[in-house]
């Protein structure tokens, strides 16, 4: 794989309310945007998944940061009770909470701004994109419940592309619901035969070109 650009690895600290998160920033030089991660439940910024598509991304010169949005605490709380995954308030408030950080940053400030969210955290994305307003240039949903944004999915501005597995029917139904709901450019994307995690072979692949794709039109500095 050619890397036309040099390309700057960084661990950071997010600050959200009182807790500390982590999180992982990759920025090529001449960087034409920025993708902020909002992983799913009961995964975390190491996700090989978003990683893959992160990774693509980067290399079509796009800065990424993803961060784990729940402390290791909340994390092992959730494994036991579930909870928190479904909190689409709290990881919404993280998400946001990660846009601050890009505010703030120099370097990253002037970047227009895309979300990338899977399972729940593209809830998480879509109501941190309505709070933001056309802040947010798009935001690009994986596997996700959009429907779990409940009344934040009509005041959505930024362009969404709901990705969906064709056998992940359920999630696909959802999928389709919410499509009707949101207000903004829109459009729904079938991987076919691909089940909710996109481990067949080459779903994953065809999920990051989709997401790079979107991000390239919509987030042309």
């Known amino acids: ?13 997010l600050e959200a309310g009182r807790q500390r998160l982590n999180g992982d920033l990759v920025f090529p030089d001449a960087a034409r945007g920025i993708v902020v991660f909002a992983h799913g439940s009961g995964s975390s910024r190491r996700s090989p998944r978003n990683r893959f598509v992160a990774g693509q991304l980067n290399d079509a010169g796009m800065a990424t940061l993803l961060m784990d949005l729940l402390t290791r605490h909340e994390e092992q709380r959730d494994q036991w009770t579930g909870e928190l995954r479904f909190d689409i308030p709290l990881l919404a408030e993280r998400v946001e909470a990660a846009m601050r950080y890009v505010g703030e940053e120099a370097s990253l400030r002037d970047l227009p701004l895309g979300l990338f969210g899977a399972s729940t955290g593209a809830a998480a994305a879509l109501v941190a994109a309505a709070r933001r307003g056309p802040g947010v240039g798009a935001v690009v949903s994986r596997g996700g419940r959009p ?11 930024s362009a969404t592309l709901l990705i969906v597995g064709g056998a992940d029917r359920e999630v696909l139904g959802l999928n ?7 207000e903004c450019p829109k459009k729904l994307e079938v991987v076919p035969g691909a089940t909710h995690l996109f481990e067949e072979p080459g779903a994953l692949g065809q999920v990051a070109r989709l997401a790079r794709e979107w991000f390239r039109q919509r987030l042309a500095a």
Not at 1 to 13: E, R
Not at 148 to 157: H, I, N, R, S
């Open 176 to 182: 389709e619901q919410a499509l009707e709901r949101l």
């Open 1 to 13: 794989m050619t890397h036309h650009a040099q390309q700057h690895a960084v661990a950071v600290q």
């Open 147 to 157: 429907d779990l944004a409940g009344e934040a999915l009509t005041k959505v501005q």
